[in-house]
């Protein structure tokens, strides 16, 4: 049976961030429209703070990774790989 465009039923993934290839440019942090991206406390060995997966998002909020790929398409270092579920 194909899922209607109208289907209750949400899409999830998530990503994999190379935290040494991030230059911390934040294309992918403007571009995902879950929000589920930011920038990490610590540096990475290049001396940047990368982008990370925030994957612990808070329970009350409906933000969970869609697998869109938008992230990975815009990154420049191509360091994020997208996994659908």
């Known amino acids: 049976m194909a899922r ?3 289907s209750t039923s ?3 993934g998530h990503i994999l961030i190379e935290r ?4 911390a ?5 403007s571009v995902c429209p879950q929000q589920v991206i930011g920038f990490s406390d ?8 990368p982008a990370e997966f925030l994957d612990q998002v808070d329970a009350d909020t409906l ?3 869609t697998g869109c790929a938008f992230c990975a398409i815009i990154c420049p270092d191509v360091a ?6």
Do not use: A, M, P
């Open 4 to 6: 209607s465009r109208n």
């Open 10 to 12: 949400t899409r999830r």
């Open 20 to 23: 040494d290839t991030c230059k």
């Open 25 to 29: 440019c934040g294309l992918c942090i």
């Open 42 to 49: 610590t540096l990475n060995e290049k001396g940047y703070y």
């Open 63 to 65: 933000n969970h990774c």
């Open 80 to 85: 994020i790989e997208v996994y659908r579920d």
